[in-house]
């Protein structure tokens, strides 16, 4: 299994709802990523967990919250976010910190906030 | 801080010809990885090809080959046989030697046509 299964694959919300994106492998991967990409531009880091641990946060607003609850899941919660924030939001993993060997992404949750 | 440029926002190829990507970079470190991802309409960006930056040998995969330059810190994409199939966005990434696997750079991206 060389998967990163995201759900939902789409999402409409309302600036006052209060959802959650998941993603998932089963690759054994202590990494794991979530990329914001906006339309026409290229996908940037938002949060990298490590070992379960939160070890990079790009200055992110705290509307968007992650969470890591084991080595094969990653979920963000989403709270008041505004209409900018619609994007498509990419989840990767990899097996961990150095080497040569590469992060699997996952075909991301496309996100409309209305 | 490390950046990725693609100069070349949109090509076209004809198919079964070639076709090159540009991708320029920008780095202090001596010991990196360049990629070129592939994002079709279907949204999952795919590895397609990774360069260390201690070989001096061009990696290759099949139809894809990479020309790297060092010293110049140019890293361009090859297509040989182009195909329907590849038509999709392409991202030039960088990574740090030693960083965490998915903390990779992204160059704005190409968006590669191929015409029947």
């Known amino acids: 299994d060389t998967e990163v299964t995201q759900t939902p694959k789409h999402l409409v919300m309302g600036m006052t709802n209060k959802k959650s994106l998941k993603c998932e492998q089963h690759?054994?991967?202590?990494?794991m990523y979530w990329y914001k990409q906006k339309a026409k531009k290229p996908p940037e880091l938002m949060f990298v967990y490590s070992y379960e641990k939160l070890s990079i946060n790009e200055s992110v607003p705290s509307r968007f919250s992650p969470e890591c609850p084991n080595s094969s899941l990653l979920n963000l919660h989403l709270h008041a976010l505004q209409p900018e924030d619609s994007a498509l939001y990419l989840c990767?993993?990899?097996?961990?910190?150095?080497?040569?060997?590469?992060?699997?992404f996952g075909q991301g949750t496309r996100l409309t906030v209305v | 801080a490390q950046t990725v440029t693609q100069s070349q926002p949109e090509m076209s190829v004809q198919e079964a010809e070639t076709v090159t990507l540009s991708c320029t970079y920008d780095?202090?470190?001596?010991?990196?990885?360049l990629f070129w991802y592939k994002q079709p309409p279907s949204r999952q960006m795919i590895l397609v090809i990774r360069q260390e930056a201690y070989k001096q040998q061009n990696a290759t995969e099949n139809r894809f080959s990479v020309n790297f330059q060092k010293a110049a810190k140019s890293f361009s994409l090859k297509i040989s046989d182009s195909q329907l199939g590849d038509a999709a966005m392409y991202f030039c990434a960088y990574r740090n030697y030693g960083g965490s696997q998915g903390n990779l750079i992204f160059g704005k991206g190409t968006k590669l046509s191929v015409k029947p």
């Open positions: 990767a993993s990899s097996p961990g910190r150095g080497g040569v060997t590469d992060a699997f």
């Open positions: 690759m054994g991967h202590r990494a």
């Open positions: 780095t202090s470190e001596s010991d990196y990885y």
